[in-house]
């Protein structure tokens, strides 16, 4: 009885809200009218439903689906939070759960007195207003946007039993509109030495990295727009880059200037920060594009199967930042065997893309696992190997398989398998 | 508010060709070069360009750490709530690595860079050039880097060889 309560909200073993589910799926008896029919309507058909609103929010029934929030313990405005991948379906991120990391809080900036400059090694610097910027021809596109460091808990000795957004979620998935940079630094025009853009945020820490140039020319965009809306401030507002497939590091939110050099700045977050240190004490400097990963949102650890025998929906997120994902293969053996899972329509250029396959469980001890494949022919190590080549105080770039543990019970845990 | 140029320009689409430099107004404001404007040029680079004028010794560094930033990164940098800052010099290859400003870092130049933007975090952009100079000479000399003596300026902060400027490989 207590498992089947579960089954109603994805096997999650929240108390509070399975006795949600049961109050409204009661049937209540209606009116005098329907008494002597055999019918019970629910409350909701009996009285007039609530208010328009300007703008809409969850349903209180959703409330738990929230991001996980971590921070330093002195400065509350440096850390992250993370998007509850576990609870989410498709494979657009809404924009109230896109995950955070911020040095130093959300800066509050309004977008009437906030410019962006291109200048350095530029024919004329230029200055934007926000207004001019969103009268350019504006274009539009899906990408995930990853943190260098999602994962990390994972070159751990022993593996982390949180839910799987809250180790896994620091990337999501959004369709970003905005300004070309190709088109603002043509405009700006581009000196022949410009090889490297320093991109700064206007935040309390002035975020600043290098980047290459030619990656800005080819894909690069000046994002105004999350899903339809104007960005959010945890998310850039008024104005961001967008780096497709790029660490998150360089996606520079609250942008105030893209500085055109010769060489890289060699600022904090490309020296200390987002370099993969390797076991014989050298680090590997500008490894950009996140390597291509795959999640099995549910089940997943944490939750316990309800029906045995039981069918399940096995479902995750693949993505790469290299270009599209070819394949999704799953296992229920710890990777002995290996299945192809459905990839759903559309597949896109460094986006997430959303995989599924039915499994049949009767009550056997399984480790599923699931291992992408993008159209690089890039495919997704074991942890053994990850470990094997990069050390274990690589610390960012995390990539390998992930393994979650079906006990004879049902329970899932994750394990390193 | 929209310009008689544009809607020219909407005549001119529906002519129905296509000219991708006649389809949006460009319209970036031109400023002056803006190397006279310090606000944009707060990016230093390991050569020292960006660095203003102004100095610092370590012993002002280290009564300006001990006064500001000593209750989140401890003693002599050694670490509290947030990461050290010293210490562990040649540990990058041992079986516990860790990575601090003087252990890691390649560039001298960055710590100027970073503590004028990040730190402390309660008040970016508050410490003086002079200040800052004497807080990365007192940074540095925790690990010998520089001696006791030592003064930093924008001269002498990009000539300071770290020890592990050779330690990055670039893509």
């Known amino acids: ?417 | 508010m929209f310009m008689p140029k544009l809607i020219m320009i909407i005549f001119f689409l529906s002519g129905s060709v296509q000219a991708n430099d006649e389809t949006y107004q460009a319209l970036g404001a031109p400023i002056d070069q803006t190397i006279s404007h310090p606000e944009l040029n707060l990016t230093i680079f390991p050569d020292g360009t960006g660095l203003p004028e102004g100095s610092g010794s370590v012993a002002q560094g280290k009564q300006l750490f001990n006064r500001l930033c000593i209750s989140c990164h401890g003693q002599g940098g050694r670490g509290g709530s947030a990461m050290a800052l010293t210490g562990d010099i040649g540990s990058l290859n041992s079986a516990y690595p860790e990575k601090t400003v003087n252990s890691f870092w390649p560039y001298a130049t960055t710590l100027f860079d970073y503590i004028r933007r990040s730190m402390p975090p309660s008040a970016p952009f508050s410490l003086s050039s002079n200040e800052i100079y004497a807080l990365c000479a007192y940074v540095l000399s925790q690990d010998a880097i520089l001696d006791e003596n030592a003064v930093l300026d924008k001269t002498t902060l990009p000539q300071v060889k770290m020890p592990n400027r050779d330690g990055f490989l670039p893509r």
């Open chain 1, 1 to 417: 009885m207590e498992k089947h309560h579960k089954s109603r909200r994805q096997f999650l073993q929240h108390s509070a809200l399975s006795g949600v589910a049961m109050m409204t799926s009661l049937p209540i008896l209606a009116s005098e009218l329907t008494k002597n029919k055999v019918s019970t309507l629910s409350s909701s058909m009996l009285k007039p439903g609530g208010e328009f609103s300007n703008y809409g929010t969850p349903s209180p029934y959703e409330k738990e689906v929230i991001r996980w929030i971590s921070a330093n313990s002195d400065v509350p405005g440096n850390g992250v939070s993370w998007t509850p991948l576990h609870e989410l379906q498709g494979t657009i991120t809404p924009n109230g759960l896109h995950y955070e990391r911020h040095h130093n809080g959300v800066p509050d900036i309004n977008p009437d007195t906030h410019n962006v400059v291109i200048d350095g090694l530029v024919d004329k610097p230029l200055n934007f207003s926000i207004h001019h910027l969103l009268r350019y021809p504006q274009h539009s596109r899906i990408c995930f946007i990853e943190c260098g460091g999602n994962s990390n808990e994972n070159y751990k000795t022993s593996p982390s039993q949180a839910s799987a957004g809250y180790a896994h979620g620091l990337v999501s998935n959004a369709e970003w509109t905005g300004v070309p940079l190709a088109l603002l630094l043509n405009e700006a025009g581009i000196q022949s030495s410009a090889k490297w853009v320093i991109a700064e945020g206007a935040d309390a820490g002035a975020l600043n990295v290098s980047i290459p140039i030619d990656k800005l020319l080819d894909d690069g965009l000046l994002a105004l727009y999350q899903n339809g809306e104007r960005l959010r401030p945890e998310n850039g507002y008024p104005v961001r880059l967008i780096v497709p497939g790029w660490e998150g590091i360089v996606n520079v939110k609250w942008l105030r200037q893209l500085k055109l050099s010769a060489s890289p700045a060699m600022t904090r977050d490309e020296t200390s920060q987002y370099t993969d240190l390797q076991p014989d004490g050298k680090a590997q400097q500008f490894s950009f594009e996140m390597q291509v990963k795959s999640l099995i949102t549910s089940p997943s650890v944490g939750m316990t199967l309800p029906d045995n025998p039981g069918t399940y929906q096995v479902t995750g997120l693949a993505w790469s930042g290299i270009g599209k994902i070819s394949r999704v293969e799953v296992s229920a053996d710890g990777g002995q065997t290996w299945q192809d899972a459905l990839l759903q329509e559309p597949i896109l250029d460094k986006a997430f893309t959303r995989f599924s396959i039915a499994w049949q469980w009767h009550g056997q001890y399984a480790i599923l696992q699931s291992r992408a494949t993008d159209e690089s022919g890039q495919i997704q190590p074991t942890r053994e190997v990850l470990i094997a080549n990069r050390g274990k105080y690589s610390y960012y770039h995390y990539n390998a398989i992930i393994s979650w543990e079906v006990d004879e019970l049902g329970d899932i845990h994750h394990v390193y398998a």
